[in-house]
């Protein structure tokens, strides 16, 4: 069921615009989703100066060391196997970190926070979104909020959706979900990667709307892409998945944009080359207790933070406790990135139900865009003395 709900844009990078789509999962006693879809924009997070040693955020030095280094061995945990022996990484799981993709720049050299820097933060991300006087902060930006210690959490994009309608996000020890390189930051673009962006950039001032072909894949209700990582799609009310498994298939299945990967075991190669696909060519096979994923034949078409084509993914799930799975991302494209980099989803286990998710029923924004478009040529003509 579509409701009138507010909408904003996050802009993780130049090409990963994505749309904050307003859920009602934060609301006491509603099951229902609510959507609907507004303008599009671009958020600029500004970042208040700060200090950001230990003393800072805690307000005294703390003496509780980071959570990253294991004090003593862990006791192992041996996740429940299926019937084919394989560890069981099935039901409903969520990302919900409230940790950024990339490590902010006032935070470089600190992989790990300490745990009293970790309560702090999770204090202030309680007192700025709980009450709903603060806009909803997607991505990286409930992080960022926090970390400056802001009053008051403010779209500079502008909003009509409030933090009422967030989920709860989880502060942990980490400053950074990239693993790799060391300083928690993507890699520097290769110089082909930059020539497309600012291709793309004057392709979008010379004809921003002409159809629906010139809009991107998330606002056409086609797919956000894989993987679901940075921006609002990466962790919130978004990043619900649910995995089934059986003998020789993995599916895994997103609330959002309804896409099921479906992944054989079989060990079968890759499509040809000539063969491309939205969300690649996925092929899966056990190492231990971990599922990895292999994904090729992107299409030209996909765009994951300007890679296309050239992508190699590769992705392994790891159950590590009884409601965590540890999801780690390795992404290689050469023609985008000068080195690959990894990064790591810690999934979260939920009792929360799959809702569907009427994408194309409620995209008003389409509609709103060719529209708005319209309107603006129309203007430009009048204004040039040739009414249409």
Same mark, same amino acid.
């Given at each position: 069921? #579509?409701?009138?709900?507010?909408?904003?844009?996050?802009?993780?990078?130049?090409?990963?615009?994505?749309?904050?789509?307003?859920?009602?999962?934060?609301?006491?006693?509603?099951?229902?989703?609510?959507?609907? %879809?507004?303008?599009?924009?671009?958020?600029?997070?500004?970042?208040?100066?700060?200090?950001?040693?230990?003393?800072?955020?805690?307000?005294?030095?703390?003496?509780?060391?980071?959570?990253?280094?294991?004090?003593?061995?862990?006791?192992?945990?041996?996740?429940?196997?299926?019937?084919?022996?394989?560890?069981?990484? +099935?039901?409903?799981?969520?990302?919900?970190?409230?940790?950024?993709?990339?490590?902010?720049?006032?935070?470089?050299?600190?992989?790990?926070?300490?745990?009293?820097?970790?309560?702090?933060?999770?204090?202030?991300? *309680?007192?700025?979104?709980?009450?709903?006087?603060?806009?909803?902060?997607?991505?990286?930006?409930?992080?960022?909020?926090?970390?400056?210690?802001?009053?008051?959490?403010?779209?500079? &994009?502008?909003?009509?959706?409030?933090?009422?309608?967030?989920?709860?996000?989880?502060?942990?020890? !980490?400053?950074?979900?990239?693993?790799?390189?060391?300083?928690?930051?993507?890699?520097?673009?290769?110089? =082909?990667?930059?020539?497309?962006?600012?291709?793309?950039?004057?392709?979008?001032?010379?004809?921003?709307? *002409?159809?629906?072909?010139?809009?991107?894949?998330?606002?056409?209700?086609?797919?956000?892409?894989?993987?679901?990582?940075?921006?609002?799609?990466?962790?919130?009310?978004?990043?619900?998945? +649910?995995?089934?498994?059986?003998?020789?298939?993995?599916?895994?299945?997103? =609330?959002?944009?309804?896409?099921?990967?479906?992944?054989?075991?079989?060990?079968?190669?890759?499509?040809?080359?000539?063969?491309?696909?939205?969300?690649?060519?996925? !092929?899966?096979?056990?190492?231990?207790?971990?599922?990895?994923? *292999?994904?090729?034949?992107?299409?030209?078409?996909?765009?994951?933070?300007?890679?296309?084509?050239?992508?190699?993914?590769?992705?392994?799930?790891?159950?590590?406790?009884?409601?965590?799975?540890?999801?780690?991302?390795?992404?290689?494209?050469?023609?985008?990135?000068?080195?690959?980099?990894?990064?790591?989803?810690?999934?979260?286990?939920? +009792?929360?139900? %799959?809702?569907?998710?009427?994408?194309?029923?409620?995209? +008003?924004?389409?509609?709103?865009?060719? #529209?708005?478009?319209?309107?603006?040529?129309?203007?430009?003509?009048? #204004? &040039?003395?040739?009414?249409?």
């Amino acid at each position: 069921m #579509a409701t009138a709900a507010g909408t904003t844009i996050e802009k993780v990078d130049d090409f990963w615009p994505t749309i904050i789509l307003a859920n009602d999962r934060s609301l006491r006693g509603v099951d229902m989703r609510d959507r609907s %879809l507004a303008s599009l924009g671009s958020v600029v997070i500004v970042v208040a100066a700060v200090s950001l040693s230990p003393a800072a955020v805690t307000g005294q030095t703390p003496a509780s060391p980071a959570k990253g280094a294991p004090k003593t061995a862990p006791k192992t945990w041996t996740p429940p196997l299926t019937r084919d022996g394989h560890p069981d990484l +099935q039901g409903v799981w969520l990302s919900n970190s409230a940790t950024p993709l990339e490590r902010p720049k006032g935070l470089e050299g600190k992989p790990f926070l300490t745990d009293a820097e970790v309560t702090e933060l999770q204090k202030r991300a *309680d007192r700025l979104f709980k009450d709903g006087k603060s806009d909803y902060a997607a991505g990286d930006s409930a992080f960022l909020a926090a970390l400056s210690n802001l009053e008051v959490y403010k779209n500079p &994009a502008g909003t009509t959706c409030d933090s009422l309608l967030m989920i709860e996000r989880e502060f942990d020890n !980490r400053t950074s979900l990239i693993l790799d390189p060391a300083d928690g930051r993507l890699p520097p673009l290769t110089s =082909e990667a930059r020539q497309k962006q600012a291709e793309r950039a004057e392709a979008r001032q010379r004809s921003p709307a *002409d159809g629906p072909e010139d809009r991107n894949a998330i606002e056409r209700c086609i797919t956000p892409g894989v993987p679901r990582l940075g921006g609002n799609f990466g962790a919130g009310p978004y990043s619900y998945y +649910q995995i089934v498994q059986t003998t020789g298939y993995v599916v895994l299945y997103m =609330e959002t944009f309804h896409d099921a990967r479906i992944i054989p075991l079989d060990r079968h190669p890759h499509l040809p080359e000539s063969i491309r696909l939205w969300n690649g060519d996925p !092929r899966g096979r056990w190492e231990g207790n971990t599922l990895v994923v *292999d994904t090729t034949n992107f299409s030209p078409q996909s765009n994951f933070m300007g890679s296309a084509e050239g992508l190699h993914l590769i992705e392994r799930f790891t159950r590590v406790a009884p409601d965590t799975i540890n999801y780690e991302i390795t992404l290689n494209d050469p023609t985008t990135w000068t080195s690959s980099w990894t990064a790591v989803v810690r999934l979260k286990q939920t +009792q929360d139900n %799959l809702y569907e998710f009427a994408c194309h029923e409620g995209n +008003q924004a389409m509609r709103g865009i060719l #529209a708005g478009a319209r309107a603006e040529e129309k203007a430009v003509e009048q #204004a &040039a003395g040739r009414p249409k």
